[in-house]
């Protein structure tokens, strides 16, 4: 209901399985965002990730669940979800990063080289941050240049540095720099 009211050029169509979306692929439309749950009747969320992009490749999908560890962010993150949400979080804070990424256009929606290296997925919105990073930006100061709350530049640099496969900013800052990903 949320997402209605507050998108009102949206469709919405919410199945209760992976299964229940897979069979109903045939006849819909091919989605704008996937917003997918953990949890679920069946093959679960995060092993069904391939199934879904097998499906609509250049689809974005969102895992939005109860369980918030780490371990659950980061096989989201590398099975190629491009954002991970908490339900715990604020409404606001949900909208807003569903909202950042319908409005982002996919880059680099398939592997592409870079210095011989196969560049990672990310979304715009995913570069900018990044590139801010690289800069040497806070959260906070990230937030206030892109007009994103904080809770959202964390996500995102949670999803770069599982997408990058580092465990620090300066890491993700050395990465991007060496593979040519930011200037």
Do not use: Y
């Not at 999908?61 to 918030?68: E, G, H, K, P, Q």
């Not at 409404?91 to 196969?118: F, K, Q």
Request: glycine share 6%; proline share 5%; with cysteine.
């Amino acid at each position: 209901m949320m997402l209605t009211s507050a998108i009102s050029e949206i469709q919405l169509r919410e199945v209760a399985s992976l299964a229940e979306a897979m069979q109903g692929a045939r006849h819909a439309m091919p989605p704008q965002l996937i917003l997918l749950d953990v949890q679920l009747p069946g093959i679960n969320g995060l092993d069904g990730m391939t199934l879904l992009q097998r499906q609509w490749p250049t689809c974005p999908v969102v895992v939005l669940s109860a369980d918030a560890s780490t371990d659950t962010q980061r096989m989201a993150l590398q099975r190629g979800a491009v954002q991970v949400l908490s339900k715990a979080a604020p409404a606001g804070a949900i909208l807003e990063a569903i909202l950042s990424v319908l409005r982002a256009p996919a880059v680099m929606a398939t592997p592409a080289r870079v210095n011989g290296d196969h560049a990672p997925r990310l979304t715009a919105r995913q570069c900018e941050v990044l590139d801010l990073v690289c800069q040497g930006l806070s959260n906070k100061l990230i937030g206030r240049q892109l007009h994103l709350s904080e809770n959202t530049v964390r996500g995102h640099v949670q999803a770069l540095l599982a997408t990058l496969q580092v465990s620090s900013r300066a890491e993700a800052a050395f990465v991007a720099r060496s593979r040519g990903l930011v200037g």
